[in-house]
């Protein structure tokens, strides 16, 4: 698990304020009633819903994905896209508001059945499923896709999850390294519409691996190692009609896919076309114009856009504002002095102002909610509190901070560094704003830029450079793989991920205690005890004070103008891509 | 200029021999003079000159100036920006400027940015003034050295010369600016980068000055002054800096007040490109950077521009009147 970019993996999604518990609407509405746009529309219930059939659906990515591949895609709105041209054992429910946190079977007839205390998982697939070549989609498929996965050499980028937790033999390198040997210790597949996994240890958690694009079929006869990507097979409603590489693709209709195999898709759309490396502005413009209807990137507007879309009300009728299991925060790095010094740690803590924190993210449209807690609300087991108030508006409680430096034995405060990347002006805004804040209380930053790239493996997540260069900050963000505790938790809170050699997200949290409380967790089958075990944690952490939690992160997603059935998809954190129509 | 057998470079008109004291009427002038009174005359070059004048006196009393008319450069004012509409652009027209921010504040962080615009110019000027000043003096250096000895040093010089012509400057200067760590040379901070820049702008200029000193060392060489004082026993030093250099002085001059618009603007580049001086340090090109994901806001992007533009101008103008000035024939 790794934390990506900004258009990274956060997968989960939640409510903003507003969604309430409603439950969402799902049938279809009156068809020629007109919609009326309004802002969130699309959040807690479907906008403009539709069954009507046909019409192109046109997306735009300011970048290119990382790549079609399912087994290695580890971009969040691949695995949102994905499901368009191929089907996963499980899916999050495609549905609005909460209910999309519901895992739901797709490729298997129902969810995996846990036996052996949850160390073995058993899924069976469902009759007449078809590949796009009519081929009927076997276990073996799955079982091939799942295990080419795990060769990190043909596909480095892709999670990790499977290697980690199947029972693999030793010295297994994958299908095209280790051709022919055994991997039944790991999946078997005792008739063509069974699979079974097996664990090295129990994981109640299965299901949601089981969702994983990397459980989408690939037939072994057809699989090209690290070419497929140019040509990936379809089990879903739609095929690869055109693809190249950095410019575009797009998809058809696939002629063996059969609705009644499928009670999760409508396949409205005849077909997407998506454009790759296009402008960021441009294809807001597009949106706004009507001519693009989805920037499938889903990473919100540009700075730029955003001012001009929330300052026209009929602009801002057209967007969602969905709240992401994302945390943008700040790592308090106890390994610098003087912050080795707990009451130090605290003064940062109460001394930040808040709301310029936010404002830096992009304010409270597209940067997000004020963070207390390290877990973002929507992630099972979150609680709210609030440590370190910050005074009625936010601003931080200066009296407060003073009186820690004075217990820390540095009345006048004390001078370290923050560093943040290069490349994201926003953590650049972030770190100029905790300059400003800190001052008031006598604390002097140093601000530092590294690159991007290295920022964890050299700088800011490799220890001795973080000791030998007194960052004594460092700007950070965390998205959850899918909304879970252990997803969430388990890479930023566990001290045995530091790396000396750097590497690792984690660079501040260093507390004993907290590693017995994870490995209680991931132990503990009883999912309430489980939950209640993160926010423990939570708490822990913040007791500490190695981390400045800095705000939930959200974005500002615009619809098309001629879409129907948009909503967004919670637990994915963008439009349900796959279920909108356009007629 | 004290040579007594200074001449100016093409013309070989001798000074007045004597200045009659008092003669009335009949006065002599020094080339200096004459080049004043051109100058005088070019209205243009002398708007050039009050502005670079005006400017240069403005950021040395920036802090004076923003103590009186603005606000601290790097100071937040979060009050002014409309972060409950969520567009966090400056609250009011004409991107919130008022009689307390006279060209308005930044977007997100509502700095002034009048005050940013001078101590951003203190940064411009200083890295300007100073890598052009290194650029003449190892241009100067080596041009005069490869004009005057000839033969193999003139073959050594003129293929550096190549070299470092063909250097791709700006790649080089973004790797450089990217691996220099924080503190070096037991210097850091703004200070250690302003220094860099001054050495990688500076430093890979010089070949342009050089090549111009060297052809000009080259035809005065063969000069009978310079015959004349060899004949008389003249050493090497005394040739090139008593003979050669003060008649190089005008070139130099000239392409010294051209090279320093160009470094300004390199100077601007590289910070806009994010290697210049480190955030939250004012720059120019920094501020046009930040500016770009604003362009809504278009008075953000605005005084930035105005500011490079009217001070490359302003030094294009005074260096084509001071060439013009000092050297009528090359009109």
Redesign the interface.
């Known amino acids: 698990m790794r934390a990506m970019g900004a258009a990274g993996v956060a997968l989960a999604l939640g409510l903003s304020a507003c969604a309430g518990g409603t439950t969402p609407k799902t049938d279809t509405g009156s068809a020629g009633s007109t919609v009326k746009d309004a802002f969130n529309a699309g959040l807690t219930t479907v906008f403009n819903p539709s069954e009507k059939k046909g019409g192109i659906i046109k997306l735009a990515d300011e970048a290119a994905p990382d790549t079609l591949d399912p087994g290695e895609t580890y971009y969040g709105y691949s695995w949102d896209f994905v499901r368009v041209y191929g089907r996963a054992l499980t899916m999050f429910k495609p549905a609005p508001g909460k209910a999309s946190a519901e895992l739901v079977p797709d490729l298997a007839e129902t969810l995996g059945v846990a036996s052996d205390g949850g160390k073995t998982w058993t899924y069976k697939l469902r009759k007449g499923v078809k590949f796009e070549d009519g081929t009927v989609v076997k276990a073996a498929d799955v079982k091939y896709a799942v295990l080419r996965s795990t060769d990190k050499a043909t596909f480095p980028n892709g999670p990790a999850y499977f290697e980690a937790m199947l029972n693999m033999p030793k010295g297994y390198k994958g299908p095209y390294k280790s051709k022919g040997m055994n991997t039944d210790s790991a999946i078997t597949t005792p008739d063509d519409s069974t699979i079974v996994f097996h664990l090295i240890a129990p994981f109640a958690g299965f299901d949601y691996l089981a969702q994983l694009p990397q459980t989408i079929p690939v037939p072994e006869a057809k699989d090209t190692g690290a070419k497929y990507k140019e040509h990936v097979i379809s089990s879903g409603p739609y095929m690869f009609k055109t693809y190249a590489a950095d410019k575009s693709y797009t998809l058809v209709r696939n002629p063996y896919w059969d609705q009644a195999t499928d009670p999760n898709r409508k396949a409205l759309p005849d077909g997407y076309d998506v454009q790759l490396n296009v402008n960021a ?1 441009d294809i807001d413009n597009r949106l706004i114009s009507g001519d693009l209807d989805v920037a499938i990137a889903g990473t919100g507007l ?3 856009s ?3 879309v ?2 026209d009300p009929t602009l801002k009728a057209r967007t969602d504002n969905p709240t992401l299991a994302r945390l943008w925060y700040t790592s308090i790095n106890p390994t610098v002095k003087p912050l080795d010094n707990i009451d130090c740690r605290k003064a940062i803590e109460y001394a930040m102002d808040r ?2 924190y ?3 993210y ?5 940067g997000g909610e004020i963070a207390t807690t390290i877990l973002p609300p929507m992630i099972p087991g979150y609680q709210k509190y609030d440590l370190y108030p910050a005074g009625a508006d936010n601003k931080g409680d200066l009296a407060k901070a003073k009186e820690s430096l004075a217990k820390c034995g540095q009345p006048n405060g004390f001078a370290t560094n923050i560093a943040y990347r ?1 490349e994201r ?1 926003k953590e ?2 972030t ?3 905790f ?2 804040a800190l001052a008031r209380v006598g604390i002097k930053l ?4 590294y ?1 991007k790239a290295d920022y964890f493996s050299s700088y800011a997540g490799n220890p001795p450079f973080v000791k030998a ?1 007194n960052l004594g900050l460092a700007l950070n963000g965390w998205g959850a793989d899918w909304p879970d505790g252990f997803g969430f938790l388990s890479q930023i809170v566990d001290s045995r991920v530091i790396r000396e050699t750097g590497g690792s997200s984690n660079t501040s949290v260093r507390i004993p205690e907290v590693d017995k409380l994870l490995d209680q967790a991931v132990n503990e089958l009883d999912t309430a005890k489980r939950n209640a075990v993160w926010g423990q944690i939570d708490k822990r952490v913040m007791e500490e004070a190695v981390i400045f939690p800095g705000v939930y992160a959200k974005s ?1 997603l615009m619809r098309g103008k001629n879409l129907t059935n948009v909503f967004v998809n919670e637990s994915l954190g963008y439009y349900d891509y796959m279920a909108l129509g356009k007629p | 200029m004290t040579s007594p057998l200074e001449v100016s470079p093409t013309s070989l008109v001798a000074d007045p021999e004597a200045v009659l004291a008092g003669a009335g009427k009949i006065q002599g002038r020094s080339l200096g003079q004459i080049a004043w009174m051109r100058l005088k005359r070019d209205k243009v070059a002398l708007g050039g000159g009050v502005v670079i004048a005006f400017l240069i006196a403005t950021a040395i009393f920036a802090p004076w100036i923003v103590d009186w008319l603005g606000d601290p450069p ?3 004012h ?1 009050n002014l ?1 409309d ?7 400056p609250i009011g027209p004409r991107g919130g400027m008022s009689w307390d921010h006279l060209m308005g504040v930044e ?3 509502g700095r002034d940015i009048f005050s940013r615009i001078l101590y951003g110019s203190r940064i411009s000027l200083l890295i300007a003034f100073f890598a052009t000043l290194l650029s003449v003096a190892i241009g100067t250096t080596m041009g005069v050295v490869a004009g005057f000895f000839g033969g193999w040093v003139d073959a050594l010089i003129s293929r550096l010369m190549d070299v470092f012509l063909a250097f791709p400057l700006l790649v080089f200067a973004i790797a450089l600016a ?1 691996v220099m760590p ?1 503190t070096a040379f037991g210097i850091g ?1 703004d200070m250690l980068r302003i220094l860099l820049l001054i050495f990688i702008i500076g430093f890979f200029n010089w070949p342009y000055i050089g090549r111009i000193v060297r052809g000009q060392t080259l035809s005065l060489r063969e000069r009978e002054f310079v015959d004349a004082a060899r004949s008389l026993g003249a050493k090497n030093p005394y040739l090139l800096f008593r003979e050669l250099l003060p008649n190089l002085m005008a070139p130099i001059l000239v392409y010294s007040t051209l090279l320093i618009p160009t470094n300004i603007l390199f100077e601007a580049a590289l910070s806009f490109l ?1 290697v210049g001086v ?3 340090t004012a720059t120019w090109g920094g501020m046009l950077s ?1 500016a770009v ?5 278009p008075h953000f992007m605005l005084w930035p521009g105005l500011a490079i533009f009217v001070t490359v101008l302003a030094f294009n103008l005074l260096g084509d009147g001071l060439r013009d000035a000092l050297d009528p024939r090359a009109r």
């Open positions: 502005e540009t700075a730029a955003q001012s001009k929330l300052s709301t310029s936010q404002t830096a992009g304010g409270a449209f597209s290069n002006p650049k805004a770190a100029e704003a300059q400003q140093t601000l530092k830029g690159a260069n500002l | 790097n100071e937040f979060q920006i972060t409950a509409g969520g567009t966090l652009t977007p997100l962080n990217g924080d901070g994010g480190r955030a939250p930040d994901t604003y362009y809504t806001v």
